[in-house]
């Protein structure tokens, strides 16, 4: 152990070396990490007499966050901090704040901050309250706990971020999700200092939101989920006291076919319609030649936009099929009557009119790329989905945009696949004007999938690489510190209230019924759901399909065979934990059998852990082949690959992740060496 030590920290020396990542990484766990810091010396003690005080401006949304820092770090720590309010000088940590933040937080919001720590005291400074936040997370982020106790080390930290909007797109339609879900993760946002939530609040299998003025819209087409208006007041303010700016999305004029159960009048085509309860892009489309329609989407954007003090309303815009068009003969008149030659010639026309609507009631517009047509007003926000192109494109013309394409959390990718995507990677032929309207990107989380018990899980951690990317300096992109620091941040966004970890073990607990979740934790742990869009075609699933197999709890990435990959990749390093992990993996069959044959839930993961057992024992020959001296013979090495290929194949829409690493050691063995 002692020895492994060494050479992982050897390994580490050389690590830093060969990434010319500043020496300070991953001392410090933060994420995203600052745009500058200089290690001081020292250390401030956090102990029972912690207290913060505020100068400066002050305003109730300061009060609370300092509140909010106090419980945060008594939570962290498990310390009381009876004084830890008492606003009286000498406080170990003093709040500056220069003056009062926008009214109503835009994209060109301030927030920089200063944070100073020494052996004696910390000061975090900021011209706005929302620089504030973003510095108090970073604060709450140095805390450590090391032989001494709790403390957070000397450093000066002068921050901002890179791009001004940073955002989280959740769906709430495809699965419902109530408010606390919505809070918990803006806590979590928070926490990696991201700024926009946006709401993806009515879909073809929802509306999601109290209409007032047309109540048949949530009472027919919400099965009697969605936000009261006063509910949506108090999100918003959450989200402002966060630092977080709320963006609503009405998606139209597809995806709308909840708005037709109770008006079915809006539709292109007859009805009556229903709640769709499948995924994928449906017929039913809003009408775009009716007066009606643009009346009544007056009423309701009027109405529905003043609960959002957001500048930016979404209008949705993607996916429109035409099938509702071109079957309506009176719509083909009408395009016939206006010169519109096609249907998104037509999709441009309701834009048009849309655009209209949304500025009469004093708001900018944001769409998915579809939208997009030059000879709309410029201050319009394209959002790129279907591929970083339009990015470039629309920045070239002079048009705002951000990007979603590459940041799909539905696509359960690792975090390492966000990580790598830029949104200024295509934007090398750009000026810099033309570049500075690229203003950051979304992060999007359908919610097809997912329920309120698994989101988190397909959020976080991932989310957090997202934010560093949208927040840090460009340089900073080594995949091997970010995995460093993300395993630590992880386990803190689960203090402040995400429960990817925690619903993890609850899943698990359900699946094993009356037996160990542990011991069933030993296969959950290196499998992955399948990849891209794959788990929508292996069956019918629908918005009543119970979420509660192994693959809904599984993660993303499995932490443990990234690890295991590692390890093998650095080998003959460390050969002894690997042969330790790879026999408690081939031994792991005969406690898990008996678990999964007695859950109804767990049947069909019992090839899976055959398949473990296997592949861990066909990886435990090759160290024998290679402690020998001698190579492994082909024949051997060929057998073992035809037993690795069906390992590699999907079981119940989950991959066995050890399969790859164990393939590397098989071809080492043939080679006869590492
Ligand atoms: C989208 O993914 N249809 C915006």
Redesign the pocket.
């Known amino acids: 152990m002692e020895g492994l030590r060494k050479l992982c920290l050897v390994g580490f020396i050389v690590a830093m070396m060969l990434s010319h990542r500043p020496a300070w990484a991953e001392t410090y766990n933060l994420m995203p990490q600052p745009a500058k810091l200089e290690p001081g010396s020292g250390r401030l003690v956090i102990d029972g007499r912690f207290r913060v005080a505020l100068e400066g401006f002050r305003e109730p949304r300061l009060e609370a966050a300092a509140a909010r820092l106090v419980h945060r770090l008594s939570l962290q720590t498990g310390i009381p901090f009876p004084n830890g309010l008492e606003n009286t000088p000498g406080a170990p940590l003093v709040l500056h704040c220069d003056h009062a933040g926008e009214e109503i937080q835009s994209v060109r919001e301030e927030e920089s901050y200063q944070l100073d720590v020494t052996a004696q005291d910390a000061s975090l400074t900021a011209t706005t309250p929302v620089g504030v936040l973003r510095g108090m997370e970073t604060f709450l982020q140095l805390v450590r706990l090391d032989a001494q106790g709790f403390s957070v080390p000397a450093v000066h930290i002068a921050d901002h971020p890179r791009f001004p909007w940073r955002g989280l797109m959740i769906d709430v339609c495809r699965h419902w999700m109530p408010m606390g879900v919505l809070q918990r993760n803006i806590d979590a946002m928070a926490a990696v200092k991201l700024n926009v939530l946006h709401l993806h609040i009515s879909d073809d299998q929802g509306f999601r939101i109290e209409s007032k003025k047309f109540p048949k819209l949530q009472e027919l087409g919400s099965d009697g989920h969605y936000y009261t208006q006063a509910q949506i007041t108090e999100l918003v303010a959450y989200a402002r006291d966060r630092g977080i700016r709320v963006v609503p999305e009405m998606d139209m004029p597809g995806h709308s076919t909840s708005w037709f159960v109770g008006y079915p009048e809006l539709a292109s085509g007859r009805g009556p319609f229903q709640i769709e309860r499948k995924w994928g892009i449906f017929n039913p489309t809003l009408n775009p030649m009716r007066e009606e329609t643009y009346t009544f989407l007056d009423g309701l954007i009027g109405e529905i936009a003043g609960l959002f003090p957001d500048e930016y309303f979404h209008v949705g815009g993607?996916?429109v099929n035409g099938v509702q068009w071109d079957a309506n003969s009176q719509i083909s008149a009408f395009k016939q009557a206006q010169s519109i030659k096609d249907n998104a010639g037509l999709q441009t026309y309701f834009n048009r009119r849309l655009l209209a609507i949304v500025q009469r009631h004093g708001k900018k517009m944001i769409g998915?790329d579809e939208i997009f047509h030059p000879g709309l007003p410029k201050d319009i926000v394209v959002?790129s989905?279907r591929g970083p192109e339009s990015l470039v494109q629309t920045a070239q013309l002079g048009y705002m945009s951000i990007l979603?394409h590459g940041y799909?959390l539905d696509l359960a990718l690792a975090p390492a696949n966000y990580y790598q995507v830029d949104p200024l990677a295509g934007a090398t032929n750009l000026t810099p004007d033309q570049a500075s309207h690229i203003l950051g990107g979304e992060a999007?989380m359908?919610s097809e999938l997912v329920t309120p018990e698994n989101i988190d899980s397909r959020i976080w951690p991932s989310a957090a690489a997202i934010a560093e990317r949208f927040w840090s300096p460009q340089e900073v992109k080594d995949v091997d510190s970010m995995y460093r620091r993300l395993e630590v941040v992880s386990r803190e966004l689960d203090w402040v209230g995400a429960t990817h970890i925690s619903n993890y073990t609850r899943m698990l607990a359900r699946l094993a019924g009356m037996q160990s979740p542990e011991t069933l934790k030993t296969l959950a742990d290196v499998v992955e759901p399948i990849k891209d869009y794959d788990r929508e075609d292996a069956r019918d699933y629908t918005s009543l399909t119970p979420y509660n197999r192994l693959v809904d709890a599984a993660r993303p990435e499995s932490e443990s065979a990234r690890i295991f990959a590692v390890r093998v990749d650095h080998l003959p390093t460390d050969q002894d934990g690997i042969r330790k992990q790879l026999i408690i993996w081939r031994d792991s069959r005969e406690i898990l059998l008996p678990i999964l044959q007695q859950s109804a839930l767990l049947q069909e993961n019992i090839p899976l852990a055959e398949d473990l057992s296997a592949v861990a024992k066909t990886g435990l020959e090759p160290l024998d082949y290679l402690d020998s001296g001698h190579p492994a013979p082909p024949a051997w090495a060929e057998e073992q690959r035809v037993l690795l290929d069906l390992a590699a194949k999907p079981h119940a829409e989950l991959l066995l992740m050890i399969v790859a690493p164990v393939r590397k050691l098989v071809e080492a063995a043939q080679r006869g060496s590492w």
């Open positions: 993607d996916e998915w959002q989905w979603s799909y999007c359908w």
